[in-house]
């Protein structure tokens, strides 16, 4: 430029045309800590931070203490100062501020608060699944430029209930082999996102199964998968709540998101019967940096993508362990892959030993639990393992910030 005022002239211009464009210009950030390999913090300082201050973007910064704090600080948030909540984390902190969005009493406005992850957890599978979507490589410095751009797309977002105890999931839920895995390998969290592969094998040796029972509502496409029934009773009771269920729903959320409107009872409901070795119900394709669980999900098509496997050798489970990373692995004899409007679980015990239930997981968080580590340690889970978990999915309800 010929002078100083000529130069900032054309930066107040192209400036003023990117602000126009519907980027962001002040960003609620949440950053982890103690996810994956506890880089959270450095992560944001060293990648994060640098490419924000470059794109002129404020940001108020908030560093999680415990467990549930993310949802806490989106329960109470003041969110008409902001245009955004980023998550530094893994998946679990992005589902933390999902439901505490849902909770609130405002939640049909915040709601619609744009969401951004930058991946600095041990799955990262939202950021897996919205960078690959767009052909994007995968890496933290291009999760920023998609929020730094600010292009956004619609989210469903599934409620699980158990009687009047919901949560809210944006990524999957597991239970089984999938769901052991995940939590089970906490213990090797140091390994970071290898502990996922390292553990898998350790499972598929010694191997277990489940008794129980899958129901669902099919999508169109899918109406001969499984058996038909007559009835489904989705009455809701507190009867056999968990403890923590209960208390939960002292809480006065009575004004908070409810759930889909959309009722099943007359639907044409399809059921499987055990023993499971896993299922697995997904809500975007990567429930991993590594592992694509379900190729065909879609972010808002109003449907969940569901893996069951029932009966299959070990050798089978590791050929098809070493096909994860592109999805190929559904295409086994041994996976019934299938999209559902509605899904319904009925835990059971391991059928090597009945004195023994599993682990139920959603987005990173152990839902219920009905092993023996669960009676050892005394914790308290959202809902119990045993009586039926219901599952629905509100179309396009979330909004998050995506490279395209």
Same mark, same amino acid.
């Given at each position: 430029? !010929?002078?100083?005022?000529?130069? =900032?002239?054309?930066?107040e211009k192209?400036?003023d045309h ?6 962001p210009k002040h960003?609620?950030i949440?950053?982890?800590?103690f996810?994956?390999?506890?880089c959270g ?6 990648e $994060?931070?640098?490419l924000l201050?470059?794109?002129?973007? +404020?940001?108020?910064?908030k560093?999680?203490m415990?467990?549930?704090? %993310?949802?806490?600080i989106? *329960?109470?948030?003041d ?7 980023v ?7 992005l589902?933390?501020v999902?439901?505490g969005?849902?909770?609130?009493e405002?939640?049909?406005t915040?709601i619609k608060m744009?969401?951004?992850?930058? &991946? ?6 939202? %950021?897996?699944s919205?960078?690959?979507s767009?052909?994007?490589? *995968?890496s $933290?410095?291009n999760?920023?430029? %998609?929020?730094?751009?600010g292009?956004?797309?619609? @989210?469903? $977002?599934?409620?699980?209930t158990q009687g009047?105890?919901? /949560?809210?999931?944006? @990524?999957?839920?597991t239970?089984?082999l999938v769901?052991?895995i995940d ?7 140091w390994?970071?996102?290898?502990r +996922?592969e390292?553990?898998?094998l350790?499972?598929?040796?010694n ?6 029972r ?6 169109p496409?899918?109406?001969e998968?499984?058996e !038909?029934?007559e009835?489904?009773d989705?009455? #809701?009771s507190?009867?056999?709540l968990?403890q ?5 729903n002292a809480?006065?959320y009575c004004?908070?998101?409810q759930? !889909?409107?959309?009722?099943?009872e007359?639907?044409e409901?399809r059921?499987?019967d ?8 997904n809500n $975007?394709p ?8 379900a190729?065909?999900a879609?972010?808002?098509d ?10 299959? &050798?070990?050798s089978?489970?590791?050929s098809?362990?070493?096909k =994860?990373s592109d999805?190929s *692995?559904i #295409?086994?004899?041994?996976?019934m892959?299938l999209k559902?409007k509605? /899904?319904?679980?009925?835990p059971g ?5 009945p004195?023994?239930?599993g682990v139920?997981?959603s ?9 023996k580590?669960?009676?050892?340690n005394q914790?308290k *889970?959202? =809902?119990?393992y045993? !009586?039926?978990?219901?599952m629905?999915v509100?179309k396009?309800?979330a909004?998050i910030f995506?490279p395209?």
């Amino acid at each position: 430029m !010929p002078t100083d005022e000529a130069a =900032m002239r054309w930066n107040e211009k192209l400036t003023d045309h990117i602000n126009s464009l519907g980027r962001p210009k002040h960003l609620f950030i949440i950053v982890n800590p103690f996810g994956g390999k506890k880089c959270g913090s450095k992560i944001f300082q060293a990648e $994060v931070k640098s490419l924000l201050d470059a794109a002129g973007i +404020l940001y108020t910064v908030k560093e999680t203490m415990h467990q549930l704090h %993310a949802q806490e600080i989106a *329960y109470s948030l003041d969110i008409s100062k902001y245009d955004g909540i980023v998550c530094v984390s893994g998946d679990g902190v992005l589902a933390e501020v999902v439901n505490g969005l849902l909770h609130r009493e405002d939640w049909e406005t915040a709601i619609k608060m744009p969401l951004g992850v930058i &991946p600095a957890g041990t799955g990262n599978g939202m %950021a897996k699944s919205l960078l690959h979507s767009a052909g994007d490589l *995968y890496s $933290v410095s291009n999760a920023v430029f %998609a929020i730094i751009r600010g292009h956004k797309r619609s @989210l469903d $977002v599934a409620t699980i209930t158990q009687g009047e105890t919901k /949560f809210f999931s944006v @990524l999957l839920l597991t239970w089984g082999l999938v769901a052991d895995i995940d939590i089970e390998s906490e213990k090797y969290r140091w390994m970071g996102s290898a502990r +996922l592969e390292f553990y898998a094998l350790v499972r598929i040796i010694n191997l277990r199964k489940y008794g129980g029972r899958v129901q669902f509502v099919p999508a169109p496409g899918y109406e001969e998968c499984g058996e !038909p029934i007559e009835k489904v009773d989705v009455r #809701k009771s507190d009867d056999n709540l968990s403890q923590e269920g209960q208390r939960n729903n002292a809480k006065p959320y009575c004004h908070s998101y409810q759930g !889909p409107s959309v009722e099943f009872e007359d639907s044409e409901w399809r059921s499987l019967d055990g023993p499971f070795i896993s299922a697995w119900v997904n809500n $975007v394709p990567w429930c991993a940096e590594d592992f694509m669980s379900a190729p065909e999900a879609k972010f808002s098509d109003g449907y969940l993508d569901v893996i069951i496997v029932r009966d299959c &050798p070990k050798s089978a489970l590791l050929s098809m362990m070493l096909k =994860m990373s592109d999805g190929s *692995y559904i #295409k086994s004899p041994y996976v019934m892959y299938l999209k559902v409007k509605a /899904f319904r679980l009925e835990p059971g015990q391991r059928m090597e030993d009945p004195t023994n239930g599993g682990v139920i997981d959603s987005d990173g968080e152990v839902i219920a639990r009905g092993d023996k580590s669960h009676h050892r340690n005394q914790r308290k *889970y959202l =809902m119990a393992y045993g !009586p039926p978990i219901e599952m629905t999915v509100d179309k396009g309800l979330a909004t998050i910030f995506s490279p395209c």
